[in-house]
């Protein structure tokens, strides 16, 4: 079966486009150890998750060992792109391939997670994250809602007895003054 010229060349570009532009063509991943070779560039980086904890002021870190303090590589999320990106601590214990510029920080490479389009697969579709979560407060959930101070019961007065006289009953009863 031969196909016409035109079809012809306009799949012979369409392949040559899929082949140039790596985002689009299926670029193979590098293994997140190899990440700080490519410090500077654009790549897809692939790992395992085993761990996602939250730091100082609600930054969300992506550990890929078991001590991240000897690990080559890291995802890092901030608190301002967590509405973008999803609920992050779903990717714990999960492969995951993540798109982005490498960078240099702290001895190590990283990629800032900024939206889903990053992440390829099913790691892209994150549920949002809970509307009440407050990274602020590591994790825990904040009350939502403004809620009235309770009312402080106020004291009944207690009902006294009758008032007692100090004077001496006994002077005031005699006459012999």
């Known amino acids: 079966m031969r196909l016409p010229p035109r079809l012809a060349v306009l799949l012979l570009l369409i392949a040559a486009w899929l082949v140039l532009c790596p985002t689009l063509g299926g670029a193979q991943c590098i293994r997140f150890e190899e990440a700080q070779k490519h410090i500077g560039a654009n790549r897809c980086v692939s790992g395992k998750v085993l761990h996602v904890k939250l730091g100082n002021g609600g930054v969300h870190f992506f550990d890929f060992c078991e001590d991240f303090r000897l690990c080559p590589f890291t995802v890092v999320v901030f608190p301002g792109d967590l509405r973008q990106v999803g609920d992050v601590r779903r990717l714990e214990g999960r492969q995951i391939e993540i798109e982005g510029e490498v960078k240099g920080y702290d001895g190590r490479a990283e990629i800032i997670l900024r939206r889903t389009s990053q992440l390829r697969g099913d790691a892209g579709r994150l549920p949002p994250v809970p509307k009440e979560y407050d990274v602020e407060r ?34 005031m009863a005699s006459p012999s003054d």
């Open 138 to 171: 590591h994790g825990r959930y904040s009350a939502g809602s403004l809620r009235f101070p309770k009312r402080t019961k106020t004291a009944t007065p207690k009902k006294q007895s009758p008032p007692i006289s100090i004077e001496d009953s006994s002077e």
